[in-house]
């Protein structure tokens, strides 16, 4: 893509106005290049990588090598359920990964407050405050007043998917707004094969996160605004006589559902209803086409009808501290936001990763990519749920941050609850009990 000044590029800056911003911080440690044997090489991690995103981000890495022929990138995948122990052991033994992309807000602070992150100021300097919408980097702002990482998209994980041809067929009119309809919704649609939902109850983040919801959607939280836990109350168990109220809608293998798993269950036609985010219009269009017309989206029903709860894990660009080679780290991860690299990135999902940059989002490259062009008001939906969603780490304005967050997650304390409650027909007392008593420990810890 041919590049234009920084003053009539309404997609962004030039690379020359991107990563000079960052001069400051070692910019000039790039200039000349390197032969092969002093070339420095950055480690990129990331959980996101699907095929074409995978394709994507070697285009980047390959914009930015050209640059800069004294700098390698090793594109390095990690996984939802497996960074944890994956950064555990690296920071254990000091070979950290130059950059991490992709991680919810909620570990970035957890692993900031335990000064394992450095600052990411210069980075949003580098990209430009202002092309960013209105705190969009909010919920990286720290205790002492930096950012843990910036803002590398938005993404709306929870939000009800439906086929209009099975809603035409059961005769629903419209989506559901409340557990009652939903359930109604599901029974109707339920035939021939093919399950109501694929709602997760393995033992993995996607059971957590998206309980989560559920107790938001019925008027509850997991922790007071004190982060004192506040999971043993009236809403978590209604949350749950629901959550098992709908195991007769889902497939037998939800039982191991994770992401991929209730994704594919979706998209491939085996269920009527999904709960996903966005990567549900590039897998229908690239993998089974005579949906793509079909696509309902809407909020995901709460208990009685309220206001809606979206889960957004505000996808994150970090960088380890002690990772080598700082200055050209930052230039790096300043650079992965150049459109001509950022916008494809983007669009090798399209619609799952929404930009948090406004002239991206409001740029004639992104906006006429087929399955966007097509999926319009679905996209702006998501991108409104998303704008005002919360999740673990940020339950509400009231809310202090909450660093331990991304431990709860990992700990799967809340996944086996509902396990407890679904599959093993657990008193919800006893189990609510069990996990309050271990997510107290773990906020201690």
Known sequence: MPQRSARTDRTGPTRRAVIGGIAG?????????????TRKTLRWWSPQASPDQVAGYRRQIARFEA????????????????YPAQLAAAFASGQVPNIVTHLP????????????????DDVVRAIGPDRYYPHANDV???????????????????????RRDLMARAGIS????????????????????????????????MTSLIFVGFVHRAGGQVFAPDLSVG????????ALDFYRSMREFCPPGATGFGWAESLNAFTSGATATGIYGGRVLGNVARQNPKLSGQLVCATYPTRAGGAAW????????????????????????????????????LLSAPGHILPPLKPIAESKTFLSDP???????????????????????????????????????????????????????????????????????????
Not at 67 to 82: L, N
Not at 143 to 160: E, Q, R
């Open 25 to 37: 911080t070692g910019a000039a440690l790039l200039s000349g290049c390197g032969s092969a044997g």
């Open 67 to 82: 640059a800069h022929p004294g700098i390698r990138v090793r594109f390095e995948p990690t996984s939802d359920e497996g």
């Open 105 to 120: 807000s909620f570990a970035a602070q957890g692993y900031y407050a335990r000064g394992l992150l450095e600052p990411m």
């Open 140 to 162: 990286y702002r720290t205790a002492d007043g930096k950012l843990c990482a910036v803002a590398f998209g938005n993404t709306a994980v929870d939000m009800l998917w439906m």
């Open 174 to 205: 419209e989506p559901p707004r409340t557990w009652d309809q939903l359930r109604a919704a599901c029974r109707a649609m339920q035939r021939d094969g093919t399950y109501g939902a694929p709602l997760p109850f393995g033992s993995n983040s």
């Open 231 to 238: 999971l043993d109350a009236e809403p978590t168990y209604a």
């Open 310 to 345: 979206t889960f957004n894990d505000f996808p994150s660009v970090l960088i380890p501290r002690g990772a080598p080679h700082l200055a050209e780290t930052k230039m790096f991860a300043a650079g992965l936001f150049d459109p001509a690299g950022y916008v494809p990135t």
């Open 371 to 445: 399955v966007i062009a097509a999926n319009r008001p679905a996209v702006e939906l998501m991108a409104t749920s998303a704008a005002n969603g919360r999740n673990l780490g940020f339950e509400s304005e009231k809310h202090r941050p909450n660093p331990r967050a991304g431990e709860v997650i990992a700990s799967n304390v809340l996944a086996r609850m509902v396990q407890q409650v679904v599959l093993e027909n657990v008193n919800p007392r006893t189990a609510v009990g069990e996990a309050a008593v271990h997510l107290d420990r773990l906020m201690k810890a």
